[in-house]
């Protein structure tokens, strides 16, 4: 029995130092898509920084691999931040974020839309948040709440932000899905007329709305959230899901529904449970080739 014993805590010891040093790494994903739209775009998508990697990461690693992929736009997920759900007046550290955001805006288009961590510091702290959203936008980026804007020719990007309840703990609801309330992705896209010509981007934090993206014509969906799975098991699904919801497929990778296409990022930083196993943080690289001539 105490060799057992040993032999197991040898175990957890090996997982723990995999797991952190799997945090100090970084690796970057190239996705490549096909459209019939008149659209050719690089993008470079970072999710889930949670401000968590100056004290465990070097940042120039990101900037790095930014800057090797040539990206025409980066678009930021969510997330970049942590705001407690418990403390009543949360003060979220934003040090780590506002010093990645700022290098790359100094040399591209940033899109900045909202993860349930932005959304949060909205409701707690309202005048904390807008000080914050306002040093971001001092950085020349666009940041999204339920709008869209250029993100090139022919192509629109929409930052999309949902409601709180879609990011509840589902422990003891392993089967349900939050659903949107009707129309609510439908009525952010224009219709009719050029705008079909467009290349559709949604910046929607949590994967679980596929679905309802594909219902409402979106093209491409960015997502993060679910930070790899925690732990990836070999068939690509992850251990768990920060809502507490166990064996998810969507958690990393690319999945479609219909003519929609939905890649999800696994983050950056880590928070609450600060594990990764085979799980190391991800820079997204998603070149968006037109298979029709661009038009002038």
Known sequence: MPIFAAVIMILIALFLLESEMEKLRLTTCEYHLTTTKPVRLTVVFLSDLHDYLPARHDVKKITDAVDAAHPDVIFLGGDMITVSKYRKN??????????????????????????????????????????????????????????????????????ITLPEECFQSLLFKQKETVHLPEGFLENMLPKGGREEEMYRIGLIHSPRYLNDAAKAGFDLVLSGHFHGGTVRLPDGSGLMTPQYQFFVKECSGTFTKENTTMIVN???????????????????????????????
């Open 90 to 159: 949360p003060v979220p550290e934003t040090k780590a974020a506002l010093e990645l955001i700022r290098l790359l805006a100094e040399k591209y288009p940033v899109c900045y839309a909202e993860g349930n961590h932005e959304a949060r510091f909205a409701q707690k702290d309202p005048e904390g948040y807008r000080a914050y959203v306002e040093e971001v936008k001092k950085l020349g980026v666009r940041y999204l709440v339920q709008e869209g804007t250029e993100a090139a020719p022919h192509a629109e990007v929409y930052g």
């Open 266 to 296: 696994r983050g950056l930083g880590t928070h609450s449970i600060k594990i990764r196993f085979n799980d190391i943080p991800e820079v997204s690289v998603i070149k968006i080739e037109g298979t029709h001539h661009l038009q002038a």
